[in-house]
């Protein structure tokens, strides 16, 4: 089946599973976003436990999400992974240590006798809810704006120096935080993911206190939300793209590149539509119903258009991560994908997803069989 296909093909493919992989990604943040709203929706320490168990039972499953895209992007695309994992450190250290804080916090805050205190815990959740959501987002925007660095493959033979890409700035991507556009995105997902959280905990808990708090929530973090995606869309589409030329592969700027890809792509302009549309319809469900329902549809729209959004950086002969420094530096799904064989192997690997997906189902409807409530913690020996 795979081995029938062409190389670019191959290369087509594996972007789009990577694509996936960062939309589920954005979409299982609703966890950060819920540790960023306890203390806006509790009022005394068995509300803030309840919120914290209804979140607690997922927050492994965004970070296992995050290493899969990274070991997905690394077999697929090794270039783009080494320059940016490998130029970019600063922002994605920092990424991973809000992480590591959160698993501590998790494991450790109810546990007696720990020396940092429940509070400090909290507040390291609240740091991961924030920090992870925007840095994520604004990692993702630099596929529209670019990043300094520059690619020598030739450097590949020099045993001396085998370095083949290098970054140019000395804060190595920390830059990418002061770019508006990038910032844009970073802060509409920050907002999409307390919005998630907000409808997550209406599906989740029995508790109608917290049910109206979160109804709430929703309304509240929609405003900013729309604000900032909005700003998002409407820079990128009335931006110069990075475009490359199919015949000669020589990388240049089009006005209107990202425009252009909406136009010339319409099934992914559907899928835009259509994610946007899930994810308003899902929040007025929470906000105005209360309905659990709406989670799934803002849940299933975010996924489509978060999808839509990698599709416009990289396809339609355009550079998924472009540099500034070096317009022919710039990374393609062309020219920083793996081998056809290794492409081929892995089309044949990546078989193995639905049925991962489907058990991932399996068990979080067995989790979800019934709301948490209080009593349901009190019987819990492995409550957070």
């Known amino acids: 089946m795979f081995g029938n296909l ?5 290369q087509q493919y594996w972007w789009i599973i990577v694509s996936l992989l960062a939309s589920l990604l954005v979409f299982l943040m609703f966890v950060q976003g819920g540790q960023t709203l306890f203390g806006q929706l509790s009022k005394n320490e068995k509300e ?5 168990n209804s979140i607690g039972r997922r927050w492994d499953i965004t970070f296992t999400t995050l ?13 783009f992974y080494s320059t940016s994992f490998g130029g970019a450190y600063w922002v994605w250290m920092i990424i991973l240590f809000s992480f590591i804080i959160q698993a501590v916090s998790y494991e450790y805050r109810t546990k007696a006798k720990n020396f940092l205190g429940r509070k400090i815990y909290d507040t390291f959740l ?9 840095l994520i987002g604004i990692t993702v925007g630099t596929f529209f704006t670019g990043s300094k660095f520059s690619v020598a493959k030739i450097n590949i033979t020099n045993t001396a120096d085998p370095i083949i890409s290098r970054w140019q700035t000395a804060t190595h991507g920390l830059e990418a935080t002061l770019n508006i556009t990038n910032l844009s995105l970073g802060l509409a997902i920050l907002f999409l993911s307390r919005v998630l959280a907000s409808l997550y905990f209406i599906n989740n808990i029995d508790n109608d206190s917290i049910v109206k708090r979160a109804a709430k929530q929703v309304k509240l973090c929609t405003i900013p939300f729309l604000v900032f995606f909005i700003l998002f869309v409407g820079l990128i589409l009335t931006k110069d793209g990075f475009a490359v030329n199919p015949d000669t592969k020589e990388i240049f700027i089009e006005k209107f590149k990202y425009l252009h890809n909406l136009i010339e792509m319409p099934i992914v302009s559907i899928m835009f539509l259509i994610g946007v549309v899930g994810v308003l319809y899902g929040i007025f469900l929470g906000a105005f119903k209360s309905s659990s329902k709406g989670f799934w549809f803002s849940g299933a729209g975010t996924v489509l258009t978060i999808l839509s959004v990698f599709i416009l950086a990289g396809f339609n002969n355009t550079a998924f991560y472009p ?19 290794t492409l081929t192997v892995m089309a044949y690997v990546s078989l193995l997803v639905p049925f991962v997906i489907a058990y991932i189902t399996y068990a979080w409807k067995s989790l979800n069989k019934k709301k948490i409530s209080e009593t349901d913690i009190k019987e819990d020996d492995m409550a957070y």
């Open 48 to 52: 803030k436990s309840l919120l914290v």
């Open 67 to 79: 290493v899969t895209f990274g070991g997905a992007a690394f077999a697929s695309f090794p270039l």
């Open 6 to 10: 062409s190389y670019f093909e191959l």
């Open 126 to 134: 609240f740091i991961n809810g924030i920090l992870a959501t925007i």
């Open 323 to 341: 540099s500034t420094y070096d317009l022919q530096s710039s990374l393609t799904i062309q020219n920083a994908s793996s081998s056809k064989y």
